[in-house]
């Protein structure tokens, strides 16, 4: 139902990112357990730590999920043990990442279980099961837990009138999920964590305003969407917004307080998040962004590649040229053997939307779509090209584990960056072999045997 319901515009499922899916893992425990509960088939007492996953085959001890769903936020009974890593009693929004000691939908997903478990409790069973559903129908593509937040409002507005508005909110507010939580899209997997219900109704309200700059040109870039990250749903009141042809952009509206993930995105060039404080009046923000010339949003567009194409789980070839900010940013392709044992290289090949005299090339080899370090790419070679067929040779990085999670310019060789329209990247290895402890046989123990990834591509320069 979930995968059928929370869509993009041409009726494909959306819970293709961390929190998406963690949701649809827990919709399908919660559905479960409101179904088995409302037939009296499973006890579930004001006591905590009843509703458990498996208890009939596990015979009471925790096996699908780490505790069950009704244990509230400090819970010190031992039925709701939490983990090492999240702590004892019901998890919060700030657990995501933490309760196995690593992202993972279905641990993640209990946050969002035991979320709407206490929704249920406070809203009762019918008005519940109707705001849940009817969310997922109004949501975004790909949300996450603040969209199906606002959705859940949302749906409470259109079939309920808002009468719902403040029970919801407080038992959002208790999960971490509050005013001023932040996350930027469902691909983001460390949000930020809020226990606060909104600003009272009449408070004077802010705007928020401001120039995006090129860092490099001081010139300004339009076409970005000034975003506050939980605010962003597109629901009336979403607070956002897109530069015009100066740069500027306006934000009316903003209770005040302080935000902690407000990012701009888009315009061709790389994406940055910070904290903003907002006041009544004016508070005026600036960006000083920089151009990515191998960005979609540049009009960059994939002219050739091989491999497989994991496009479908929103790591294919294209999405190397997204905004790794916005999540599914990042190429992963298989890591497949010669005879001889060696590693068949893959490549990509991108058109770049007009030529460019390039400056740098900068690579982030990091890990991409759901796989784990090893798999991060090691040996790449970058060449230009100012027609699609003629290469030369741009420069090359050997990349190792203290390398992931930034950027790093290749040195580029002379000559390699004069009117390129076309450049094109290739892996020939990852960094399995930093991991000894990992095996490839009889049975992979990590996705470093089966792929390759990298996280960004980053073209800087000006118009030839």
């Known amino acids: 139902m979930s995968n059928r319901l929370v869509v993009d515009a041409q009726g494909n499922s959306t819970l293709n990112s961390l929190q998406s899916g963690a949701m649809g893992e827990a919709w399908s425990d919660w559905y479960a357990f409101d179904y088995l509960v409302g037939r009296n088939a499973i006890k579930d007492t004001p006591a905590p730590g009843e509703v458990l996953a498996g208890d009939y085959v596990s015979n009471g001890q925790p096996l699908a999920r780490t505790q069950p769903l009704d244990c509230p936020v400090g819970a010190g009974a031992p039925q709701c043990p939490g983990t090492p890593g999240a702590g004892p009693g019901g998890y919060t929004y700030g657990d995501l990442g933490r309760i196995i000691g690593f992202p993972e939908v279905h641990a993640d997903g209990e946050i969002w279980a035991s979320t709407l478990w206490d929704v249920r409790s406070a809203l009762g069973v019918q008005l519940t099961r109707a705001l849940v559903t009817r969310g997922m129908e109004l ?202 044992g060696t590693v068949q290289s893959r490549f990509v090949t991108v058109k770049l939307a007009k030529p460019v005299n390039v400056s740098a090339i900068e690579i982030d080899p990091s890990n991409n779509c759901g796989d784990d370090p090893p798999a991060a790419a090691k040996d790449v070679t970058v060449e230009t090209s100012v027609d699609g067929t003629t290469w030369v040779k741009a420069g090359s990085g050997d990349f190792k584990p203290a390398d ?44 470093g045997c089966l792929y390759m990834d990298v996280r960004t591509l980053a073209v800087r320069g000006a118009p030839a």
């Open 139 to 340: 949501s975004p593509a790909s949300p996450s837990f603040l969209d199906m937040r606002n959705s859940i409002l949302q749906a409470d507005t259109v079939i309920n009138g808002g009468r719902a508005h403040a029970k919801l909110w407080k038992a959002f507010a208790a999960r971490g999920m509050g005013y001023f939580a932040g996350s930027i899209t469902g691909a983001d997997t460390v949000p930020a964590e809020d226990f606060s219900t909104p600003p009272p109704a009449g408070t004077p309200t802010g705007t928020v305003t401001g120039k995006v700059t090129n860092r490099d040109s001081n010139a300004p870039i339009a076409g970005v969407a000034v975003r506050f990250g939980g605010h962003d749903s597109g629901f009336g009141g979403s607070l956002s917004a897109v530069t015009d042809a100066n740069g500027g952009y306006a934000i009316p509206g903003v209770p005040p307080g302080t935000y902690p993930k407000v990012y701009a995105t888009g315009g061709g060039a790389d994406g940055e998040i910070r904290a903003v404080s907002v006041r009544s009046g004016t508070t005026t923000v600036n960006w000083a962004l920089r151009l990515n010339w191998a960005s979609s949003s540049a009009g960059a567009g994939v002219a050739a590649f091989n491999g497989e194409d994991f496009t479908l789980y929103g790591c294919g070839p294209g999405d190397l040229l997204k905004s790794s900010l916005l999540g599914g940013g990042g190429w992963s392709t298989d890591k497949t053997l010669n005879p001889d």
């Open 404 to 447: 992931l999670d930034k950027l790093h310019a290749l040195p580029l060789a002379p000559g390699s960056g004069t009117g390129v329209q076309f450049v094109r990247l290739t892996v020939q290895s990852n960094q399995l072999s930093f991991y000894p402890d990992k095996a490839c046989s009889p049975q992979p123990t990590t996705a």
